[in-house]
């Protein structure tokens, strides 16, 4: 009788090995989806479009890969969406993630989701139309310290994210009271930057990347880049620091997946990912889009989100939107 029991729990244990071994080779078996949790046009969409290229144009992965946009609530329904799938969704994320939570905005935190990866950093601009009257960023400071609803400075996809935090902290080291501005929320940067030129805000705060194509067009002007040198490509685009006021902010996204993911899962996702910022492709959309490579795998991603979740919640203590 012993022995049988031995030779059937034997038997349990590798039956059990066997499962493991072949989830982890039938992953992904099905089609794989990643979501924009905003509208067509904005960072989050264009970041997981040039993911969703990238890896089906080197077959990295050989599954077809869709893109959805949803849109609402500052990242809020997309998340809310991957938060009920397996492990072949997966999000655009970023420091919104973690300031939705903090301001109280949602009860969604970062620790409720699979890390995969960080991806990159971009440089946040301050844009208004070229025919302002606002010609450098001194000039709108000067204002805003005058008069702080005399403009409307639109922010996507919502207060407290990257983007918005920037803009506080520059105007804050320019003697200026950030929560007295009128600032407008819109879904995603590619609204601001069209709401700008139709006259409906006077100041947009927003990726680089979102603005420089009016920037090229000459229908825009570009009055301070958040990083600490200028960038290539917009050279005659000062900094906030080379105009006097101390402040460089980087703005990082990365890329998530549901709760409860299986190791396998996690592990696939890693290498998938992993070959993914080598290819020459990636590396071609990081310049093109004024990105800096910032890449960390699942791990690292963990602890890098906790030390952000940190450092948001200090800035937004000081910057006046947290108590």
Not at 106 to 120: D, H, K, N, V
Not at 229 to 250: A, N
Request: aromatic content about 8%; hydrophobic content about 35%.
């Amino acid at each position: 009788m012993k022995k049988y029991l031995l030779i059937l729990l034997s038997l349990i244990v590798v039956a059990g090995c066997s499962d493991q071994t072949t989830a982890g080779k039938d992953f992904p078996s099905e089609n794989i989806e990643i979501i924009a949790p905003a509208s067509p046009g904005g960072g989050w969409d264009l970041t997981a479009r040039s993911i969703q290229r990238i890896l089906a144009s080197n077959e990295i992965v050989e599954q077809p890969i869709n893109v959805q946009n949803k849109p609402g609530g500052g990242g809020e329904v997309g998340w809310r969406y991957l938060e009920r799938q397996n492990g072949h969704t997966l999000s655009v994320n970023s420091s919104l993630l973690l300031s939705n939570n903090l301001l109280g905005q949602s009860q969604l935190t970062y620790e409720e989701f699979t890390p995969i990866a960080i991806l990159a950093t971009e440089w946040i601009g301050v844009s208004v139309r070229k025919d302002s009257e606002i010609k450098t960023i001194n000039d709108l400071t000067k204002q805003l310290k005058k008069d702080p609803k005399s403009l409307k400075v639109g922010v996507a996809p919502g207060l407290g994210n990257g983007d918005h935090l920037s803009f506080v902290q520059g105007l804050k080291e320019a003697g200026v009271d950030p929560t007295k501005v009128d600032f407008v929320v819109y879904d995603s940067g590619g609204e601001i930057v069209t709401a700008l030129l139709g006259g409906h805000i006077d100041v947009v705060t927003t990726a680089v990347s979102e603005a420089k194509e009016q920037y090229k067009a000459g229908k825009v002007n570009i009055l301070a880049v958040s990083s600490d040198k200028r960038i290539e490509g917009l050279e005659d685009v000062p900094t906030w620091k080379e105009q006097g006021i101390d402040m460089v902010f980087p703005h990082w996204r990365g890329i998530m997946g549901p709760p409860n993911m299986s190791e396998n899962e996690i592990a696939y996702w890693d290498e998938a990912i992993g070959k993914m910022v080598q290819t020459e492709e990636w590396k071609k959309t990081l310049d093109n889009n004024e990105w800096n490579a910032f890449y960390k795998d699942s791990k690292e991603s963990m602890k890098f989100l906790q030390e952000q979740n940190k450092v948001f919640e200090d800035l937004l203590k000081d910057s006046g939107l947290l108590q």
